[in-house]
Structure formats: structure tokens, C-alpha cells
């Protein structure tokens, strides 16, 4: 049996106030070619189809133009399941009058998760749609109240899973998740605070092959049949050495034979220019690709005019300027800090040494301390 494995579509997605459906959409072209050429059996969306809940009208009609060409066109059956910023209900609609057509989409936590079964010269291969949910929602959908965080919520699910798995039938997990070791992005939202929305890959045992949304970078867990399609498009700068690909799998009699990355490349690449203003600029001119997305990382010392709108005259399509000498060395160095963590008078005091070069005075660090603690005031007295 052949599957084409996808996820993390994130349509309607704006990058420093930037919308990129069109971006998207175009890609979206390519990945209905590949199913077109390649004529899978199935194709899985393991979920962040859309960027937020409630999503723009225009990506919506992406989305249906999108499956229409997949499931009405190419009659390629299609699995989804909702994904941490997808609204479960509202990706869900008309779920059971789609599923006639061919397009299965399962959105809220329910007790039980029903499969779809196709067969193939093998026999039978069951096929199970694990939408995200957050440990409250299972522990409702279940009626356990013990089950405290991701890990055990998705634990007992899939118990319930294996329990409808027939002798000798082949089993395949679509879920939306973030497993321990594998590699992060800063354009994935956190599934929780303090590191508790994390499941250890043990728990995937059994399953002949496990396509996964949440994390951005295609990549494997280890040797087991356990795989992040990856995002559709870079959708930060951290992601810029990232090749982005859609997963097609070939499953035999006793598994999986091979897999495939099935390359996914955009009109616009987001990408890293680094040196003085003055090279990007003379670059820029020659460049065949200066209608990319660009962060310019400026090694210029002292004051620049109108940095951006010049960068821009060559590269029209920048997104953001990082001045290197001005950050230093060590700070590039450092280790991301969690933000929420950090005061705000120590917030302030980094973003006056970075536009400044120099450090808060005392005499300084008075005054915003004053100033913060009256805000404190206001807010707790009105």
C-alpha cells in the first residue's frame, strides 16, 4: 500500500506581517502533482491545517480547492485530523457528509477512535485519526481523571487504539504530537508550559507506521517507524537549512519497505543574508532570487539611515534586519531565553544596550523601575 504522509499546512499564515497563501498555494499545486504522479492509496494530513481557529476566508477556499483536486479529481481517499491550532469543531463540518466522498476529517477527542480500513494485495490496514487534544479534553472524553499531562492522556488512547487492532491486520497512526528528542523549531507553538506537553516515542510500539504532525523539520524518531512530515513552507528564520518535503510510504506485507521525501519548493525561499549594507545592496542587484524572503544580518558599525526601505529597493520582499555588531558575539552565542520568565526592567535594559551600545546607567535603571512601578500600581487599582 502506498501513502503519501503531510501535516503542518498552516494556511493563512502571515510571517512579519506578511501573508504567505500565496506562498502556499503554490506549493499546494506541487503537492497535488505529486499525488497525481506517485497515485497513493491514501493520503494523511496529521494536522495544522490551518494557522488559527477561526481561519481567514481565503485559506479556507485554499483548503477546499485544495481537497477537491485531491479527493473529487484525483479520487485519492484523504485522512485529516485537526492539529493544536486547528478549531477541532470547525475543521470537522460536514465531516460525516465528506466522509461519503472519500474525505475523512476528525476534529474533537472522542471515547473511542474508529479507523478507516482499506485493503491491498497484503490484506487489510487499519488506519486511525488521533486528533490533538490537551490532557483535560481526554481525561473528559475518557472519564479518567488521573491521566495529568500529554504522555498519559495519549497513553491511554492508544490503548483503546490497539484494542480494535484485528490479528494479522496492519496498523497505521496518523496523531499530533511533540516526542521527546526530536528536533524543534521557533515557528511551533508550545503543546504546554514547562516542557510537560512532551511523549516519549515507547509509546508508538506496535504501530507499523506512525505519521506525525506538530514539529516543522522532516526528520525520523530513532529506527522506528515513527515520522514528522515536516511544515509546508519555512515558516521561520530557524528553519532555514530545512528542506521541505511531503513523506511517501510504501507498506508491504509485514510493514514498511521504504519511504520517499517528495521535495516541496517555494516561489519565494526564506533565507539569511549576511555582511555590510552596502555588499547586500550591490548582491542584490545581481541576484536572481532577490524576490525571496529575506533576513538581512548586518555586520555595519555605528548608525544606519533608512536600513530597511534601501534593503528593500533591491530585495522587495524583506521581512526583518539584525544588526550583528550590535548584539556582540557572546549575545549571538547565547542560549534562547524564555521570555515570559525574564522582568521587564531587564527586557528593557537589553533593548537599550542593543539600539544604544551601551548599558542602562544607574541613574537610568531609577528612573524605569519608578516608571514600572507605578504602572504596577495603576494596574492592580483599576
Not at 494530513?45 to 483548503?63: K, Q, S, T
Not at 481517499?77 to 465531516?95: E, M, S, T, W, Y
Not at 510500539?205 to 513552507?233: E, K, M, N, T
Not at 516561489?267 to 542587484?285: F, S
Amino acid at each position: 500500500m502506498r501513502l503519501l504522509h503531510s501535516a503542518d499546512w498552516h494556511l493563512g499564515r502571515v510571517y512579519h506581517g506578511v501573508s504567505l497563501l500565496a506562498e502556499q498555494a503554490d506549493v499546494l499545486h506541487q503537492f497535488i502533482d505529486h499525488a497525481a504522479l506517485h497515485r497513493p492509496d491514501a493520503i494523511l494530513l496529521a494536522g495544522d491545517i490551518y494557522d488559527r481557529a477561526m481561519p481567514p476566508a481565503d485559506a479556507v477556499r485554499l483548503l477546499d480547492q485544495t481537497l477537491t483536486a485531491l479527493v473529487v479529481d484525483l479520487e485519492i481517499p484523504v485522512i485529516v485530523i485537526a492539529g493544536n491550532h486547528d478549531g477541532a469543531d470547525r475543521l470537522a463540518f460536514g465531516a460525516q457528509l465528506l466522509a461519503r466522498a472519500g474525505l475523512t476529517v476528525r476534529g474533537p477527542a472522542l471515547a473511542e477512535v474508529t479507523p478507516v480500513r482499506l485493503h491491498d494485495a497484503h490484506g487489510p490496514v487499519a488506519i486511525f485519526p488521533l486528533p490533538y487534544a490537551d490532557p483535560p479534553t481526554v481525561r473528559h472524553a475518557l472519564g479518567d481523571e488521573a491521566l495529568a499531562d500529554h504522555h498519559a492522556a495519549l497513553a491511554a488512547q492508544l490503548a483503546g487504539i490497539r484494542a480494535q487492532v484485528q490479528p494479522g491486520e496492519r496498523s497505521v497512526l496518523v496523531a499530533h504530537a511533540f516526542v521527546r528528542g526530536a528536533k524543534e523549531s521557533e515557528s511551533e507553538r508550545d503543546l504546554s508550559v514547562g516542557g510537560t506537553g512532551a511523549v516519549g516515542a515507547e509509546l508508538f510500539a506496535g504501530f507499523d507506521f506512525v505519521a506525525l504532525g506538530h514539529l516543522h523539520r522532516p526528520q525520523q524518531i530513532g529506527q522506528l517507524p515513527v515520522q514528522y512530515a515536516g511544515s509546508l513552507l519555512k515558516y521561520s528564520f530557524s528553519e532555514l537549512d530545512q528542506a521541505k518535503s511531503a513523506t511517501l510510504i510504501e507498506l508491504g506485507a509485514n510493514g514498511v519497505v521504504s519511504t520517499q521525501r517528495l521535495p516541496l519548493r517555494p516561489r519565494r525561499d526564506l533565507r539569511a543574508l549576511g555582511g555590510t549594507l552596502a555588499d547586500i545592496l550591490a548582491q542584490g542587484r545581481i541576484d536572481p532570487r532577490n524576490q525571496d524572503y529575506v533576513l538581512a544580518r548586518l555586520t555595519d558599525e555605528g548608525g544606519l539611515l533608512d536600513a530597511m526601505a534601501r534593503l528593500r529597493a533591491v530585495y522587495p520582499n524583506a521581512l526583518a534586519i539584525e544588526r550583528v555588531t550590535l548584539a556582540g558575539d557572546a549575545q549571538a552565542e547565547a542560549p534562547r531565553r524564555d521570555f515570559r520568565k525574564v522582568r521587564v526592567t531587564e527586557l528593557f535594559g537589553d533593548f537599550y544596550r542593543e539600539v544604544t551600545g551601551k548599558a542602562l546607567d544607574a541613574a537610568g535603571e531609577d528612573a524605569l523601575a519608578a516608571v514600572v512601578t507605578d504602572l504596577a500600581r495603576r494596574e492592580v487599582t483599576a
